[in-house]
């Protein structure tokens, strides 16, 4: 199974799912990275590795259509049998959702459906919630509300911030994201595009990071 990972950050999850390709326990193949940041570290350790990177960088004032429009082709270009967001933090529009339909997964730092949206860890502890922990789920034209795929549970220490709960949180993202893929990748998990609504995106909704 041909995967493409589209990232913003760090690319940790990209590291993990990587590991677990190498250790024969994720039968993915990734053929390329995408990010809309040209600083992510993610580019990096991808480029190390030989895999092919794409950057589509959207700036404060650019078109989101054609930005949207640009994304699409730069990852159909790779012909994926399966897109995973792995910290990519812009909200996808209807170029790719279209195209992609039900092929799309995102790993989410919390158990959806609580704490949506760009500050799961900090969210979850300001809810005074005792159990956290992260959610893969099938991509729509929400901020993380497609069909849930699989969770891990994490618990809330007294004196946890957002950054120690986050890093646990991690820990088990990096187990259940290339676990997921694999279940993809053998059948185990049926990916439905009939199940996965598209609602209108709303612009203000959008998740985004400080331009490069
Ligand atoms: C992860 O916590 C993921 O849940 C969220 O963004 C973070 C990305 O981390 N969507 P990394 O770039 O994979 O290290």
């Not at 589209?6 to 993990?16: E, P």
């Not at 991509?139 to 699989?150: H, K, N, Q, S, Y």
């Not at 009939?194 to 609602?199: F, N």
Request: hydrophobic share 45%; aromatic share 2%.
């Amino acid at each position: 199974m041909d995967v493409v990972v589209l990232v913003s950050g760090r690319g940790s999850n990209l590291r993990a799912i990587c590991n677990a390709i190498d250790a024969g326990t994720c039968d993915a193949n990734i053929v390329g990275v995408v990010s809309d940041r040209k600083k992510a570290a993610a580019l990096g350790f991808a480029q190390e590795r030989g895999i092919p990177t794409r950057i589509v960088s959207l700036r404060k004032g650019d078109d989101r259509d054609a930005w949207n429009e640009s994304l699409a082709e730069a990852v159909a270009a790779l012909k994926p049998d399966l897109i995973v967001l792995a910290g990519f933090m812009r909200i996808l529009g209807p170029p790719l959702l279209e195209r992609f339909r039900g092929r799309i997964i995102n790993v989410h730092p919390a158990l959806l459906p609580s704490f949506a949206g760009h500050n799961g860890p900090q969210d979850a502890l300001d809810g005074g919630v005792r159990i956290s922990g992260c959610t893969v789920h099938i991509v729509d034209a929400g901020v993380d509300t497609g069909p849930i795929l699989a969770q891990a549970a994490v618990p809330v220490l007294a004196n946890d911030t957002a950054d120690t709960l986050h890093a646990r949180i991690q820990v088990q993202e990096h187990r259940l994201l290339p676990r997921v893929i694999h279940q993809i990748a053998i059948g185990a998990i049926a990916l439905d595009p009939l199940s996965v609504s598209t609602p209108v995106a709303d612009e203000a909704q959008s998740l985004t990071v400080p331009d490069a």
